[in-house]
């Protein structure tokens, strides 16, 4: 994450107040079409203003820097599964993140590191942001099976998520 997304996560501020929605384990060919679905509904709420960045939260939470991003850039990567492969950020526990100025939404998108691994199975995206955002998205991509769950909930590290205490101990 950014350092300022890091502070909003702490905080429990947008786009981390509200929901997540993540899909499962994807082939290419259906990441790209749920990604050009999902670029299509956020272009109209944020058409300019965003950033990107290399999403290592899942991986070390080892912070990242933002950098100017552009919609023509998910455009040109949505047209093929040979050009969607441009999604990959270089490291298998790391997901291109995109997010616009007041920080409303957050859009993170993973595909494995080699080309034409078997690999490419376990493509797969999430959006944050608010209820009503989620819930059209989720209606948008129908019949594709995704997650949801309050933002809160999802971006407790899965290291934090599966230990529990021994209660006998």
């Not at 107040?17 to 999902?38: C, H, I």
């Amino acid at each position: 994450m950014t350092p300022e997304l890091t502070v909003r996560l702490d905080k429990g501020e947008a786009p981390f107040d509200g929901w997540t929605v993540a899909s499962e384990e994807l082939r290419l060919t259906p990441l790209r079409q749920a990604v050009s679905t999902v670029a299509a509904r956020l272009r109209t709420t944020s058409p300019s203003g965003l950033s990107r960045f290399k999403d290592w939260f899942f991986h070390d939470e080892c912070p990242s820097r933002e950098s100017p991003f552009d919609w023509s850039e998910i455009d040109r990567k949505v047209e093929s599964d040979e050009a969607a492969t441009g999604f990959c950020v270089g490291d298998d526990l790391c997901s291109l993140a995109i997010f616009p100025a007041d920080c409303t939404w957050l859009l993170r998108i993973f595909v494995p590191e080699e080309p034409g691994d078997p690999r490419y199975e376990t493509c797969r995206f999430d959006l944050t942001g608010s209820l009503s955002l989620v819930q059209a998205i989720t209606q948008d991509l129908a019949p594709l099976t995704l997650g949801f769950e309050p933002a809160t909930r999802f971006f407790i590290p899965s290291w934090e998520r599966e230990w529990k205490p021994d209660p006998s101990a």
